[in-house]
């Protein structure tokens, strides 16, 4: 009688095990969901303190003015017959309509001091910003809408500024127009009441408009003062527009229609430049009845944190699953290369360790820099893994090989969340260099050979 040989169990073969390994990778995306999900929750939790800060302090500041503003007189003659007579009649009405002017030069200089506040384990900047606008008018032309002169209220003119953070404005608001001083004051407008971030007037009392331009130009200065946060948003009104602004802080962004055409920035803050022409943006210098919305066409700087912990922290996780199939692959060749049997449940520690990296990091980036978090979490997973690992395989090559091995993929993971123009080549490269060492290796496995 032949001696037969028992056949090999496929739950201890090779293909098995790597079945096992590759749903357990899957399997521990949950968990890793969960953490991104703790993220989210935490980033909306920031926000939100956020939000509470800067209401309390002053939102953001967007802003437009000085503008002449004049009322006209308009009229409607409306056709009246009597039917018993079928004498016909005219009835003649009357309504005030305005006209708006906008400065020929505009200069404007803005000094912004940021300072930052916190609350628990929340950052949030504000600043506080002193505007200086200085220009000149050229005399209003109502020709354009063949208005006569006795139709214009010269003697009711008017100047008015509008901006959406009336809450922030420090102390009084004046212009120099005419060798005179006017104050502003708050107008109500169509809703007669103001909601957070809308539009609202400033204007000051009448002014003689035809005794004020006795001359073809009449300078004006106005100086106002914001406190606020986030973003600064003017429009330049000017038919040529000159801004300027400085500030101490050192991560501006520079967004809206208009970028600077000169900028320095330096540790100690910045400074930019603006020079627009009113051939540069699509409304004219002068309207009549009603300004149109001008959102659209401002200069804006924003002052903001550009990377928190938390976007760190999210674009950390996005590396996750490759940061456990990786480590999971370095242990499965490991084992398939010393022969040394290692449990689906051990997998399974390791991977929870794993998991864990993103837990700690999140929790002590919240009292500590990002770097010193990072730092802090990736030692003690690896130093857990380091000790779990050698007590499984017995030696100390290949736990030192794993330590090696961890510590070089989160550096090189640390590397590319830093990084923001070259991210993606960079990453590109080694992924396909941790590719061609993994099939460096492989190659030298006999696969129809291997056993449990």
């Not at 968990?31 to 926000?47: G, M």
């Not at 004498?87 to 309504?95: E, F």
């Not at 779990?388 to 961890?406: C, D, E, G, M, R």
């Not at 590397?415 to 990453?427: D, K, S, T």
């Amino acid at each position: 009688m032949e001696n037969q040989q028992k056949p090999n169990n496929f739950f201890q073969s090779t293909t098995a095990k790597i079945i096992m390994v590759g749903l357990l990778t899957l399997i521990l995306l949950i968990p890793l969901q969960y953490v991104k999900s703790l993220i989210l929750e935490r980033t909306e939790r920031q926000d939100e303190v956020i939000s509470e800060i800067n209401e309390k302090w002053g939102s953001d500041v967007y802003f437009y003015g000085p503008i002449l503003k004049i009322p006209y007189t308009t009229y409607t003659e409306t056709k009246i017959t009597d039917e018993k007579t079928k004498q016909v009649s005219i009835s003649r009405t009357s309504k005030t309509k305005y006209a708006y002017f906008f400065p020929d030069l505009l200069n404007t200089n803005a000094d912004v001091k940021t300072q930052e506040r916190y609350r628990s384990n929340y950052q949030s900047v504000v600043y506080t910003s002193v505007m200086n606008f200085k220009g000149h008018y050229s005399t209003p032309d109502f020709n354009l809408k063949n208005i006569p002169d006795t139709d214009i209220q010269w003697d009711k003119a008017s100047i008015i500024i509008r901006t959406d953070n009336i809450k922030g404005i420090k102390g009084e608001v004046a212009v120099n127009i005419g060798n005179k001083k006017y104050l502003f004051e708050p107008t109500t407008n169509e809703n007669s009441q103001f909601t957070k971030g809308q539009l609202a007037s400033l204007e000051t009392r009448n002014i003689d408009a035809q005794q004020l331009f006795t001359k073809k130009t009449v300078p004006f200065n106005l100086d106002i003062s914001f406190k606020g946060s986030e973003h600064i948003k003017i429009v330049p009104i000017g038919k040529q527009t000159n801004a300027k602004m400085a500030s101490n802080w050192k991560s501006p962004g520079f967004q809206g229609n208009f970028i600077p055409e000169d900028k320095t920035i330096t540790q100690d803050g910045f400074n930019a430049k603006w020079n627009i022409s009113f051939l540069n943006r699509p409304f004219p210098q002068q309207h009549f009845g009603k300004i149109p919305d001008l959102r659209n066409y401002t200069f804006d700087v924003d002052f903001v944190i550009p990377i928190n912990q938390y976007q760190q922290s999210e674009r950390t996780a996005k590396y996750g699953f490759l940061v456990i199939g990786l480590t999971f692959l370095i242990f499965f060749l490991i084992q398939t290369i010393s022969k040394i049997n290692i449990h689906i449940f051990q997998y399974s520690m390791i991977g929870l360790a794993l998991i864990m990296f993103y837990t700690l990091l999140i929790s002590i980036t919240e009292h500590s820099s990002f770097l010193l978090g990072y730092l802090i979490a990736g030692a003690s997973v690896i130093v857990m893994i380091g000790l779990y690992s050698f007590s499984i395989l017995k030696n100390i090559k290949f736990p030192a090989l794993i330590v090696t091995s961890l510590s070089a993929l989160y550096t090189f993971i640390y590397v590319i969340i830093q990084l923001e123009n070259y991210a993606l080549l960079v990453g590109s490269i080694g992924l396909f260099l941790i590719l061609g060492a993994v099939m460096y290796i492989s190659k030298k496995i006999d696969w129809g050979n291997t056993q449990s």
